[in-house]
């Protein structure tokens, strides 16, 4: 049996240009396609409406696979990209071969206020009243660890924001999404990654996640909130074990 393609889901705001060029190294690493679909209203989807349901999240995020894009697929998703992967594998489970929530948090299981640090929902409002430009900063400096990250990726993100920025009212229908998902634990393989320096959601939204549905649990010392360009090699690593024991195990 071959190996299965990956797809990457971002979170609130971003889109597949955020991933910088993780998916290309996660591709050479892997051997596999790796697609990167963008939630409406973010990125190449900018002015679109975005979902306020998470089967309609799927549904949209499902369709721009192209069709030589088989399932089954290794899912990661990144917050509510972990949300959406989590809705994915509900609603078609054929489809998912392992799905990895990175710093995913869950309705319920929670209080409001470590799924969204405090000092996060003091800046929020300032967020929405800046605009998509001025906005770019303040996210990074709240979910990059890595300074030189941050000062690196600033202009581009910027220059992004101002072609094809996130508009307000989409960032609140993908708050809106977040805070309501709840999906039904996965039926199949699913990994947590987490990060301890997550200054956007508290990482006890993982560990809590983790424990309620029995789930592995791996985590980084240094990272925040967007492991992926705080530490890509590292998440490279832990995903390609995860992967290949999956396969492994399903292997008749």
Do not use: F
């Not at 591709?27 to 306020?52: E, F, H, K, M």
């Not at 071969?97 to 300032?126: D, E, F």
């Not at 709840?182 to 560990?207: E, F, G, K």
Request: charged residues 15%; glycine residues 6%; aromatic residues 8%.
């Amino acid at each position: 049996m071959g190996r299965h393609a990956v797809v990457l889901l971002r979170g609130v705001s971003r889109d597949a240009r955020h991933w910088q060029q993780w998916p290309v190294s996660l591709t050479q690493a892997w051997g596999q396609a790796v697609y990167c679909p963008d939630i409406p209203g973010n990125g190449r989807l900018w002015q679109q409406v975005s979902p306020c349901h998470l089967a309609e999240l799927v549904t949209a995020l499902r369709a721009q696979l192209p069709n030589a894009a088989q399932p089954p697929w290794h899912i990661v998703g990144l917050s509510l990209g972990g949300l959406a992967g989590l809705g994915w594998a509900q609603a078609l489970p054929h489809e998912v071969a392992s799905l990895t929530l990175i710093n995913t948090s869950l309705a319920g299981l929670n209080p409001w206020y470590q799924r969204l640090r405090p000092g996060a929902l003091l800046r929020l409002p300032w967020a929405l009243l800046l605009g998509a430009v001025a906005r770019e900063p303040m996210l990074l400096a709240m979910t990059v660890q890595d300074p030189l990250v941050r000062t690196t990726c600033l202009p581009q993100w910027q220059r992004w924001a101002k072609a094809m920025g996130t508009r307000r009212s989409n960032l609140l229908r993908q708050l809106y999404c977040a805070a309501r998902a709840a999906p039904a634990r996965p039926a199949c393989p699913t990994l947590v990654l987490a990060s301890r320096q997550d200054r956007l959601v508290y990482c006890a939204c993982s560990a809590r996640l983790a424990a309620y549905w029995q789930l592995p649990i791996r985590w980084h010392e240094q990272a925040g909130h967007d492991l992926p360009l705080d530490a890509p090699d590292w998440l490279t690593a832990q995903l390609l074990a995860w992967w290949q024991r999956c396969e492994a195990s399903a292997a008749p």
